[in-house]
Each structure stands twice: as structure tokens, then as C-alpha cells.
């Protein structure tokens, strides 16, 4: 297979099967193949009209649904180039990444959104808008002709180019991962290979089509076997999509889980009795689902399941067959809680410049405190400073335009610098950290800060939190919190700190009760921590704090 869009092509032979399904306020609605086919013909049909040609850049920035997927196979059939875009994202971010790929095209999901990029004052190219305002004369509807040729699938190189995947950007500007149609092909064989997807399996899609462990996971993967795809309406909406469209499988992050559990332990909250028989069915769960638990476990495991877990399990639809988490990491008191009440949570591990799954864990061998194996074709060892090195097929070819970049991160020996630190035991990768966020104490200390403010984010009080440290004497804590006391939180935190080594407490807290978020630049879009910015914000109150105490 040379094209992605052999993945489509395929189902043509049926074209009443339905592949997706999405919601226009309380109504549902399916999509046939032929339905699907009809609007990439009407799509390709528009490309040639605007002259795009093989290696073209083509920008998207649209909401997850059926556009999304037919713009996506048209420009991929005739060869060019996808570049996804956050709606989410800043409008400054967005418009910079579509400059720097030169884009010929660029197509939004409204014209409050294009009128936000034109502001930038950046170089950008046409805009079609998919919903546009009354008087916008760039509505999407106006490119697209009435009626079009079948779909065309171009027979493409090995090492075509066919997307531009912008990474986060957590420390600078985002660098362009240049993924070839090879690449994702190999991952999407792999991820077959591990049994992570069915023909008989429906995807509930909740995260943007422009992070690739959804493009990959929750668009080629079902679409290469068959399996159909509803499209969830909003996060706003999503309780209750779980529960009216019943999927059985979710391609996740760990804080759609973690919201989910916070519900559950503020109804839980107002009953003693309630809360120690779901405390009890989590952690009689999780020691039969790791082969821990004694007979007395396996004895009562049912009776508690139906008690409390089915209830529980009902809210996300009542017949997930497994979720996959990825795109951050996974608390593992989360992991243990919705594996111990009944639902296989499969913590996997990836970066868009391997297309970008690298392992994760199986149905039948989880071990939620790992990231599972690597996937089948995929090597994997730890290089210099603890750094997971991966290789493979679904390597990326570079990143777009950035030598420099590209030679620091991919060696001569092909292999894919991830930038954390792991280790590797019985074939299993559990990740330590990010290798630039580990902080060096001035007293020589070594500490990668995830755990313990996965640790801290326990304790209600806090709503985010950063942990600084960094060529200091001793730790303090960045909080985003609505309690004002310093030393009430310090002693918070100090008291979730306790299985840590002793060394490891914080002295000072600077709290905010201002969340850190996409629209103040704190976040990326996906979600990730931007910490030399979060640094900056605090820089004069932590330079004060340090100086206090010298001086002291």
C-alpha cells in the first residue's frame, strides 16, 4: 500500500456500510461510504480547480467529523500535504504554523476563526470557511461543485510526504514532523497487529483529529479494518454521549479520566458507607486484575461489581471493551481505580515523530505503571543518561525544513531520540521523566518532578501545580489554587510527600488562583505544561523566595 487512502478505497466495494456517525444537537446522524466518497470526489474536484499539485501543503483547521476525514482523503489521494491545526489554539500559533509550511490552502470551521488568523498580520493563503457568517463570502460551499468524479487514490512513492504535524511547543516554537504515508501505514500495522481495534468495534472520538494518537488511533486504524467511528458532539456533551452512543472502544488522555474520577469522589463524598464499598471494589479489582488478590478478593469481586462498579461503568457507556490513554502521562492511582472497578485502561506511549504509538501495554498483559511493550516492528533500548531510543518504519522522514533539528533528534543509526528517560524491564518501558524538565538541586539532588506533582494534584486543594527547583537549595511549589494560606499549602503538599525521600519537600509555595491555560499561552493544545513560560510568569516572586531565604 503507497497511499493512505487505501484504507477507503477498500470499503467502496460496499457503499451502504456505515462508517460515521454525529450529532446535530439531540439527533444522530450516519454516514455511508458512498456518502463519504461522494464529498472526497467533490473535494479533489476543488483541489485541481485551485491548481494544487503533488507535495501542495493544504492547512485544516476544523472541529473532528466527517469534513475533517473527506479533506483529509481528498488532499492525501492527489498527494499533497496535510497540515492539522488546533481549534483550540491561539490564533498567533496557528497562522506562524501555516506560513512556515507555506500552505496553498488553508480551511477553517468559521469566520470568527479566519478573522482571528487574518489579525495575525502572518502570511497566509486563501481561507475557506466551513461555517461561515451570514455575507462571508468564503464559505467552503461555494468551492466544493455539485457533482464530481469517483475519488482518486494516487499509487505514491515510498517515502511520500503526507502530513506536516506541528509538535506542542512546549519550550519555543513548534518544529514541523514531516510523517510519510510508509510511516503511518507501519504504525497502523502495528497497532493492528496488537489487537487494539475490531471490525465489530465503534470509536467514540473525542480528541482533535490534529493530535496524531487520534488521527492515528481513532481515524486510520478503525477505517482500515472497517470498524465505524461516531463523533463525540463537545467535551461539554461527552457524559452523555457515553451513555447514548455506547462505543466500546476510546482512544484517550489521562484527564478526561481524571475529571471522571473527581465526579465520582465528590458523589461519593456525602457517604461513608458508599465510599468504602467503591474503595473496596477498586482495590479488590486491581489485585485479581494483576494477579495479586487472595481468594477472599475473587470471592467478593462480583458481588462488589455489581454493586457499585456497573453503575459506574454505565455512565461511559456500559460496554467499553477497552480505552487507550496516551498523549500525557497516566496517574497510576487512576490507572489501578478504573481497572480494579472493570474497565481495561491500556496506558500506551508515543510522539508525533513516530507516527506516533512506540508501545503499549495488551488486553491480556497490562501492567498500567509501564507503557506497555514496544509495538511489533518497533526496537527500542536505552541510550546515554537513561534516554529511550526508538527505531522503525514509522520513524518520522524529519522535521520540515529544520536540519539542525532533525540530525539532533534521529542519529545516524536511525535511531529516534524520544527525550525521556526510561527504563526497560521484562520488555516493559516505564518512563521517569522528561530529560529537560529534570530538576538539578543545587545540593546535587536529582528529581524528575512528574511524580510528585501527580502526588500533590491528589489533594483537592490544588487545581494545577509546577514544581521548581532547578540549581536551588530547595524545592518550591507553583500552585493554581482557590485556599491563599502559604503555609496551609505547604503543609498540604508536605503531607502527600510523605513516601517520598526526605529531602524531597517543599519549603515555599507561590499560589495563583488564576488557572494556567491555552488562551494565556500556558498551555499547549494539547494540554502540555509550557514550564519555561510558567517560569517566567513567577520568575521575580521565585527570585524573591530564594533571595529571602540567602539572606536568612
Partial sequence: MANIGEYFRQHLATPEKMLYRYGEGDTWRDVTVA??????????????????????????????GVNWVALDLAALGLGLVVVPLYVEDNPDNAAWCVDNAEAKLLVVENTRMANALRATGRSLPP???????????????????????????????????????????????????????????????SCQRCGMARPTDLFLSILPLSHMFERTGGYYLPLSIGARVVYARSVAQLADDLASQRPTVMFAVPRIFEKF???????????????????????????????????????LLPALRALVAKQILARLGGRLRLT??????????IAHTFIGLGLPMLQGY????????????????????????????????????????????????????????????????????TGDIAEIRDKRIYIRGRMKDIL????????????????????????????????????????????????????????????????????????TRDPWS??????????????????AKFKDELDAVYAADAKG
Fill in 35 to 64: 456518502e463519504v466518497a461522494v464529498l472526497v470526489g467533490r473535494w479533489q474536484a476543488a483541489l485541481r480547480t485551485l491548481g494544487l499539485g503533488t507535495g501542495d501543503r493544504v492547512a485544516v483547521c476544523l472541529r473532528n
Fill in 127 to 189: 481561507i475557506y470557511v466551513l461555517r461561515p457568517d451570514s455575507g462571508d463570502s468564503t464559505s467552503v460551499a461555494k468551492l466544493l461543485p455539485e457533482n464530481a468524479s469517483p475519488p482518486e487514490f494516487r499509487n505514491l512513492g515510498a517515502r511520500a510526504l503526507a502530513t506536516i504535524c506541528y509538535t506542542s511547543g512546549t519550550s519555543g516554537r513548534p518544529k514541523g514532523v514531516m510523517l510519510s504515508h510508509d510511516n503511518i501505514i507501519a504504525n497502523v500495522t
Fill in 261 to 299: 474520577k473527581a465526579r465520582i469522589d465528590e458523589t461519593l463524598s456525602a457517604s461513608t458507607f458508599k465510599r468504602g464499598l467503591f474503595e473496596q471494589c477498586a482495590a479488590r479489582g486491581w489485585r485479581v486484575e494483576s494477579r495479586r488478590g487472595g481468594m477472599l478478593d475473587a470471592m
Fill in 324 to 333: 487507550v490513554v496516551g498523549g500525557a502521562a497516566l496517574d497510576p492511582d
Fill in 350 to 417: 508515543g510522539m508525533t515523530e513516530a507516527s506516533p504509538v512506540i508501545s503499549v501495554n495488551r488486553d491480556d498483559d497490562n501492567d498500567p505503571d509501564s507503557v506497555g511493550e514496544a509495538l511489533p516492528g518497533v526496537e527500542v533500548r536505552i541510550g546515554e543518561g537513561g534516554e529511550l531510543l526508538a527505531r522503525g518504519d514509522n520513524v518520522m522522514l524529519g522535521y520540515w525544513r529544520n536540519e539542525e533539528a532533525t540530525r539532533a533528534s534521529i542519529d545516524p543509526d536511525s535511531w529516534l531520540h
Fill in 440 to 511: 538539578v538541586m543545587s545540593n546535587g539532588e536529582k528529581l524528575p518532578p512528574q511524580d510528585v506533582e501527580f502526588a500533590l494534584l491528589h489533594d483537592p486543594v490544588f487545581e494545577q501545580v509546577m514544581l521548581v527547583g532547578e540549581g536551588r537549595p530547595f524545592l518550591t511549589l507553583l500552585a493554581v489554587t482557590q485556599e491563599g494560606n502559604e503555609q496551609t499549602l505547604v503543609a498540604h503538599a508536605n503531607d502527600r510527600l510523605k513516601g517520598f525521600p526526605r529531602w524531597v519537600r517543599i519549603r515555599r509555595c507561590i499560589a
Fill in 518 to 535: 491555552i488562551e494565556n499561552g500556558l498551555l499547549t493544545p494539547t494540554l502540555k505544561l509550557k514550564r519555561p513560560l510558567v517560569l
